[in-house]
């Protein structure tokens, strides 16, 4: 019943939308426009006054279609994992919108909310603190069937809870320990278990791996595949791992100071980065085998992001753009598609972009 | 202990170091034998199991291992940075110019730890201190091992900020700590470690809490002071990347144990531990499309509240015979620059395939952890 009315405003809300067309052509499942997240910053003991704003996002545009992983990278503060919370409504958003299946994130409230709150879920970082010590598995994994009134008898809902855990590879034997009995790889397992209960169909993974092993690494990121294809969902995936990023995504972001710089399918931005943070970013990444890391010519940045609160006039980037040019501090660089799918804000990947 | 029935005719004495670029004479730090352990209320903690190698002067060398596989630990307990309790040494030697580190009194292993081996830790905030201004922390040890007057330690710390590109370095000598970015800090900390010229630079993951870009810069700072001083690196860290562009030789640690140490090259190109394959086979590659799904490792690894009989990967290992469950293997040469630690992938018949071919099969969703 619950689900034929949240399948029908889906279909209600899937009307045909935007210039960027997602890379697989399917109809995208998330739209995210001229999204923006201020945090305010306060000082006064007393009388508590805003002195200044951190542009954590400022303004960003994208699509995601349906079963796509979308990648989004870029250096800590850049403001990813904040474009990940507001995205899914966690945050307000100071600005912009976003459309998750068809509902307005921002504006939903009531039923709607809920029904947001039951597609879309999201994976942390850290296994450690964002499962309850307190709770076992079963609490945990069950929670969001008992919120959202998925499964309202408890017998039932420990089958499903096992289910799940079988799903994500753990032996539903251990549905009655707690978060510590088990290693890191475990525990990003129950996060994911997690949530999966509420049957979601769009996953914001937040640096789901980062937290973890090498050997234990591989075993989410195919656990996460796997997941994919099974359930059909669709993926933000946040990290700062730029190999990894380049094997699980379809097609990846590049944020630098609150706003993305370069977007397109994975190979054709790995392969041909235009921006110069780009591929600034990509030369840095180290390469496991010593034959090319000898001959891999780096590009090194001066210096460190710089703050968000006064972001550099013009690009952003130009106080550390080993090309800028002095149009570069004064004039915003237009978003530009060169070339099908691949899109890019930077006045000198073609001398008709200057200003 | 090594059987020494097991040495094949071929062997390098087995006593002796394996033989490198380096001229042997000049060894610089010899660690046999060393055993540490942590006597814990839930029981001892096997940290460190019997590891042998040694370091050459001038040579850059990393230990690659996972959480908890004792590559710290190693290093920490030869300098004295353990706390004793819980910590225990339990057998060992540490040769460092002539001297054993493991027997010396604290008063003469605090001179060597300022002046001679230095190190870089992970996290850059905890390893300064947070009241005192970068000056202050700077000028101590120039004051305390060079008997410098105040003037001469502040110009030669500002000399030495300016040296590991600390832009500003005499404004911001009076910062303190927080007031750096992280980079920045890993940057004072450097600086710092320079500041007594030593002639072995131990870096402990100092770039695992940095972006790309600033490992980048770190990694490109630290080989350049190397080249320039002289000095001897020990890089630990979990990041075969970081270990391909830097390193000469690669030890390989698991659970405690030397499970491989190889020149980089045969490391990378000819890995004969099923654990450095399954680790190498694990990483996606940022310069390459796609091929297949990440050959990932099954279980995790091993309790060290248990002294592993036989080889410490045995439970993980697709190659495993009966003898690995028994028997723990000792490090085998395969060259004059390979030693691995395993019965099966040194026997001569054995032959490595490239990736796809390891054998590690990704592990389907369905099978339990």
Redesign the interface.
Same mark, same amino acid.
């Given at each position: 019943m619950k689900d034929d009315k949240i399948r029908d405003m889906n279909l209600k809300a899937l009307a045909p939308m935007s210039d960027i067309t997602p890379s697989n052509g399917h109809e995208p499942l998330v739209r995210v426009i001229d999204l923006k997240k201020h945090f305010p910053i306060r000082k006064g003991l007393i009388i508590r006054h805003t002195t200044g704003h951190v542009r954590a996002v400022d303004g960003i545009n994208f699509e995601i279609a349906r079963g796509e992983t979308l990648g989004m990278v870029g250096?800590?503060g850049c403001g990813k994992s904040t474009a990940g919370r507001t995205l899914l409504g966690l945050y307000p958003a100071t600005g912009g919108e976003t459309h998750i299946a068809g509902y307005h994130v921002q504006e939903a409230t009531g039923d709607e909310w809920m029904a947001i709150r039951r597609q879309a879920q999201m994976i942390f970082q850290d296994p450690f603190s964002s499962l309850n010590p307190r709770w076992t598995v079963n609490a945990i994994i069950g929670e969001p069937l008992r919120v959202h009134r998925i499964i309202e008898d408890e017998a039932a809902r420990t089958e499903r809870v096992k289910e799940l855990m079988? /799903?994500? *590879?753990?032996?539903p034997r251990f549905i009655n320990r707690f978060p510590h009995e088990f290693?890191g790889?475990?525990r990003q397992?129950v996060g994911i278990a997690r949530a999966l209960a509420s049957e979601p169909i769009f996953l914001v993974c937040d640096e789901p791996i980062s937290a973890l092993?090498?050997?234990?690494?591989?075993?989410v990121?195919?656990?996460l595949?796997?997941?994919q294809r099974?359930l059909g969902l669709t993926y933000l995936f946040i990290a700062?791992d730029?190999?990894?990023v380049?094997?699980i995504c379809d097609r990846v972001a590049v944020m630098y100071l609150g706003i993305i710089v370069e977007m397109a399918d994975k190979?054709d931005l790995?392969e041909k980065p235009q921006h110069p943070y780009t591929q600034?970013?990509?030369?840095?990444?180290?390469?496991?085998?010593?034959?090319?890391?000898?001959h891999?010519k780096?590009i090194? /940045?001066e *210096?460190?992001v710089p703050s968000p609160i006064n972001p550099p006039s013009g690009c952003r980037f130009h106080t550390r753009c080993p090309i800028a040019q002095p149009h570069c501090a004064t004039h915003v660089p237009e978003w530009r598609e060169i070339t099908p799918g691949h899109w890019v804000a930077c006045h000198e990947v073609e001398p008709k972009f200057r200003p | 202990m090594p059987d020494p029935t097991l040495a094949r005719p071929h062997d390098p004495p087995r006593d002796g170091p394996l033989r490198y670029a380096h001229d042997p004479s000049r060894l610089l730090l010899d660690i046999r034998n060393l055993e540490v352990r942590f006597n814990t209320p839930e029981g001892v903690v096997y940290a460190v199991n019997d590891i042998s190698y040694g370091i050459h002067e001038g040579e850059v060398i990393a230990i690659v291992g996972e959480s908890g596989c004792g590559k710290s630990v190693s290093m920490m307990s030869i300098l004295g940075l353990i706390p004793k309790p819980p910590g225990e040494i339990a057998g060992g030697t540490a040769t460092f110019m002539g001297r054993d580190l493991l027997t010396l009194p604290e008063s003469d292993l605090e001179q060597v730890r300022g002046i001679e081996i230095a190190m870089v830790f992970q996290d850059s905030m905890t390893s300064l201190n947070p009241v005192l201004t970068i000056s202050r922390q700077m000028t101590e040890s120039l004051r305390r091992h060079y008997n410098m007057t105040d003037e001469q330690a502040t110009a030669r710390a500002i000399e030495l900020l300016e040296l590991v590109g600390i832009p500003d370095a005499e404004r911001r000598m009076s910062d303190y700590p927080h007031q750096f970015s992280g980079g920045m800090r890993q940057r004072v900390m450097i600086a710092m470690m320079l500041a007594c010229n030593p002639s072995l630079l131990i870096a402990d993951e100092p770039t695992t809490a940095l972006d790309v870009t600033i490992q980048a810069q770190i990694v490109e700072l630290v080989s350049r002071m190397r080249e320039r001083l002289g000095m001897a690196l020990i890089w630990i860290t979990h990041d075969l990347g970081v270990v391909a562009g830097l390193a000469e030789r690669v030890i390989v640690m698991y659970a405690g144990m030397i499970v491989e140490e190889a020149d980089v090259d045969s490391l990378f190109d000819n890995p004969h531990h099923p654990y450095t394959m399954a680790l190498l086979a694990a990483l996606p590659r940022v310069d390459r499309r796609r091929d297949n799904r990440l050959n990932s490792i099954p279980g995790s690894p091993p309790n060290l509240l248990n002294k592993p009989r036989g080889c410490p990967f045995a439970p993980r290992c697709i190659y495993t015979i009966d003898r690995c469950r028994s028997e723990r293997p000792p490090l085998i040469p395969l060259s004059p620059t390979q030693r691995t630690a395993c019965w099966v992938t040194t026997s001569d018949d054995f032959k490595y395939e490239r990736r796809q071919d390891s054998g590690y099969e990704s592990q389907s969703a369905g099978t339990y952890e």
């Open positions: 250096e800590s079988a /799903l994500v *590879g753990l032996d290693s790889g475990q397992r092993d090498v050997s234990i690494q591989a075993q990121i195919n656990l595949e796997d997941l099974q700062h730029l190999s990894m380049r094997h190979d790995y600034a970013l990509l030369s840095a990444v180290p390469v496991p085998d010593p034959k090319v890391a000898r891999r780096r090194v /940045l *210096g460190d | -």
